[in-house]
Structure formats: C-alpha cells, structure tokens
T-cell receptor, first 114, second 112 residues
Framework: NAGVTQTPKFQVLKTGQSMTLQCAQD?????MYWYRQDPGMGLRLIYY???????DKGEVPNGYNVSRLNKREFSLRLESAAPSQTSVYFC?????????????FGEGSWLTVV | EDKVVQSPLSLVVHEGDTVTLNCSYE??????LLWYKQEKKAPTFLFML????IEKKSGRLSSILDKKELSSILNITATQTGDSAIYLC????????????FGTGTRLTVIP
C-alpha cells in the first residue's frame, strides 16, 4: 500500500544550496503534481505533469524545476535555495489531470532554508 | 482572480458538539468542489460536490453545495477527538492549467 512516496521527509538547507525532492507513485496514475503548503496560504501548485513526457508551471513555479522521469516518478529541484522556499512540499498523483476526487498525496517533505 | 475562502480559520469544540465549516469561492469555469481532511500529514479526500442542494454523507460527516451562493458547508455531528484535523476545501475548474484551487483550511480541535 505504498501510494505516493516522497523523499526526504525532512531537510535543512543553507541559502544557495541545491537539492532534489523525489516522488514516486505505484498507482499507474497519469498526472503528478508538486504543491507547497505555507501557514495561512493553503496548498499552492508549483508544477504539474498531466501525463508522462509533459510538465507545466502551476501557480508558484519560480525557483523550481521539475522532471517527469517516467510514469512513476516526478522530481522537484531547487537550484539555489532561498529562505522563502521554507515550506512543506507535497507530491500528489491522480488518474487524470485535475481529477480532484482521485488525487492522492504523499506524506510531505519539510524543508527549512537557513 | 480565482479564490477559495474558508471560515473559520480555527475552531475548538468539545467532544459531542456539532460543527459547521464554511467554504466560499469565486472561480471561473467551476466544475466541482471538494473537501479533504488533513491530519498530521497527507490530505485525504472526503467529498466531491458538483450539483447544488444534493447532500453527500459519510457517517457523521455531510456536505452540501449551494451554487447560487457559491459556497459549501461541511457538517460534523457528534464530534470525536479523531476528527481533529485541518479541513481543506478545493474548487476544481473545468479548464486552465491550474485546475484545483485550495482554501487555507479550517483547523478543528476536538477536546475530550
């Protein structure tokens, strides 16, 4: 019962460092997403991949890049981390794009940039 | 600008109380409204509402959509400590790149 698995769960970075958040799903879903959740802001979409081979910007893409490596995996990269990127990051997947009732979330990655 | 607003932001009740959480929205090309429960980590799906006036029910939880008032409520009766969570409302658009808009959530705390 893995569902959506994301790593690492916790990370502390120094300003300017880079890192990649990894995400994998085992539900044969077509669409995958990266969200960030900040206090008082709700979940905001960073990037999404509607299907294998495609990626598109969401609401807050600046400072991030993504790779849809294959149908299962969707990674999020911070090239030069900034304190404003301190947040909780959620990967999610769904059967089709924006099928809100079929979206499954990973357990989150807590990132602190100092 | 599309937006989803939830109220109250937080709520503390005693076990056994009934609570009503609110969600209002302004979204173009509305398709559906969804409720999620977020305990310690991942949000989990509760309800999807597409038609006005039709109540969705699951145990002690129920929800209804009012498309005229652009709002929805989530009711929880006979609350238990296990209902303590953040409840997220999201609205799905029929078109556009970013189709799922989330509200900020209501943090519910149920005390024994």
């Amino acid at each position: 019962n893995a569902g959506v698995t994301q790593t690492p769960k916790f990370q502390v970075l120094k300003t300017g460092q880079s890192m990649t958040l990894q995400c994998a799903q085992d539900m044969n879903h077509n669409s995958m997403y990266w969200y960030r959740q900040d206090p008082g802001m709700g979940l905001r979409l960073i990037y999404y991949s509607a299907s294998e081979g495609t990626t598109d910007k969401g609401e807050v893409p600046n400072g991030y890049n993504v790779s849809r490596l294959n149908k299962r995996e969707f990674s999020l990269r911070l090239e030069s981390a900034a304190p404003s990127q301190t947040s909780v990051y959620f990967c999610a997947s769904s059967v089709g794009h924006s099928s809100g009732n079929t979206i499954y979330f990973g357990e989150g990655s807590w990132l602190t940039v100092v | 600008e599309d937006k989803v607003v939830q109220s109250p932001l937080s709520l503390v009740v005693h076990e056994g109380d009934t609570v009503t959480l609110n969600c209002s929205y302004e979204v173009t090309n509305f398709r559906s409204l969804l409720w999620y429960k977020q305990e310690k980590k991942a949000p989990t799906f509760l309800f999807m509402l597409t038609s006005s006036g039709i109540e969705k029910k699951s145990g002690r939880l129920s929800s209804i959509l009012d498309k005229k008032e652009l709002s929805s409520i989530l009711n929880i009766t006979a609350t238990q400590t296990g209902d303590s969570a953040i409840y997220l409302c999201a609205v799905e658009r029929a078109t556009g790149a970013n189709n799922l808009f989330f509200g900020t959530g209501t943090r519910l705390t149920v005390i024994p």
